[in-house]
């Protein structure tokens, strides 16, 4: 039995994970930490808040994180928390590098002080930077980090930190670096989520200019099963790739989601690119994969009817949070 510390856990990836691991690991304990800024809600836990104990706090309060690791007994953190939108990185870059850089750090002391079995770090293709269109290789996890936004860079800090304090102080770290992600509780603001909801209210479906960028597309439950194939047996020290290998362009995904709620294409508009857009990442996966026997279940078909047909259902979810991002309807997206 362990007990784990979850931040960012009120988000939507990690409160998808907080109920992967109740569902999963139900004889584990789970204490979930969150700043429950505008992207974080509580109510994201609703189901399993009875089964876990939730912290609003801050990762960067080292007294708090300090006495959580010790009161609860934590034997493994698992980081989530981050500023992670894009858009709103280039209006408050502060933000961005205080949380994900020094928040992880205080994190990382925290465990260094008291001591913990593992520090997993939860970290993202786009600290790779930018990738051709044609480019016929992928990142693996020995290319160099080259990111090229203030949510990249900040996100690539944190992940030095991590690497830094596992080679000086032996702290028992892993990181993995995931793909897109979509599915369920995701904010809003994001690509698949503002499109779905723009789509459900009658509005436009704003695309940028750069409508052949590319993503590669990886479903949330994918990702926590990918996550705890890491924490069971990935090797510390180690970094691991998460990736579908399913890529997607902009233009696919506002096609794909109108043809679900079967609305015509004339709904997308397209708005000016955001300065330092990447064009493509694109992770090559085969360490997850063949060394832990990890791959994707959800196929990228099923998998965004699901997702189109959550966000369908649970407008009572949604609705409360349109307009809640401090990036504006004219603003980067
Ligand atoms: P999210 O914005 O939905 O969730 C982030 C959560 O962190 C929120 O609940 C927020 O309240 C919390 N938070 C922010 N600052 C905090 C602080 N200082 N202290 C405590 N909590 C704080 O983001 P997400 O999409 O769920 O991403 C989670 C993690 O996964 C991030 O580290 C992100 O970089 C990484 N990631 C995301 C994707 C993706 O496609 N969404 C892909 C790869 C990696």
């Given amino acids: 039995m362990s007990t784990l510390l979850v931040t960012g856990a009120a988000g939507f990836i990690g409160s998808n994970f907080v109920r992967y691991w109740r569902e999963w690991h139900p ?51 698992v980081n989530f928390a981050a500023e992670s939108h894009n858009s709103l990185a280039i209006i ?13 750090q205080t994190l990382l002391e925290a465990a260094r002080t008291v001591g913990v079995a593992r520090f997993h770090q939860i970290s993202t293709c786009e600290v790779y930077g930018d990738m051709d269109l044609d480019d016929p290789g992928a990142f693996t ?4 980090y080259l990111p090229r936004t203030p949510y990249n860079a900040a996100k690539a800090g944190g992940d030095h930190a991590v690497r830094a304090y ?27 989520p503002l499109f779905v909801t723009r789509a459900l209210q009658g509005e436009n479906l704003p695309l940028y200019a750069s409508v052949r960028n590319r993503r590669e597309w990886l479903h949330v439950a994918d990702h926590c099963r990918a996550i705890d194939a890491v924490l069971e047996h990935g090797r510390l020290g180690e970094t691991y790739h998460v990736g579908s290998g399913v890529e997607a362009d ?31 990442y694109l ?44 990036v504006s309807e004219t603003a980067w997206r």
Wanted: hydrophobic share 35%.
């Fill in 27 to 77: 004889q584990d304990q789970v204490v979930a930490l969150d700043a429950l800024t505008y992207a974080g809600c509580r109510d994201n836990l609703a189901d399993v808040l009875a089964e876990i104990t939730f912290v609003h706090g801050d990762i960067r309060d080292r007294g708090l994180v300090e006495s959580l690791l010790r009161e609860h007994k934590v034997d493994v953190v």
């Fill in 92 to 104: 408050r870059p502060g933000d961005f590098f205080s949380t994900n850089v020094i928040g992880t």
């Fill in 141 to 144: 996890e020995d290319s160099p």
């Fill in 166 to 192: 596992g080679l000086t102080y032996d702290l028992p770290v892993t990181i993995t670096n995931c793909s897109n992600n979509y599915g369920p509780y995701q904010f809003p603001e994001k690509v698949i």
């Fill in 250 to 280: 902009i233009e696919t995904i506002a096609n794909t989601i109108l043809a679900e709620l079967g609305l015509p294409e004339s709904l997308k508009t397209i708005v000016p690119d955001r300065p330092s857009h990447d064009r493509r």
């Fill in 283 to 326: 992770l090559d996966s085969t360490r997850l994969r063949t060394e832990l026997g990890w791959a994707p279940e959800i196929g990228f078909a099923d998998g965004m009817r699901a997702t189109v047909a959550w966000y369908r259902d649970n407008e009572a979810w949604w609705r409360p949070l349109i307009g809640r991002s401090p």
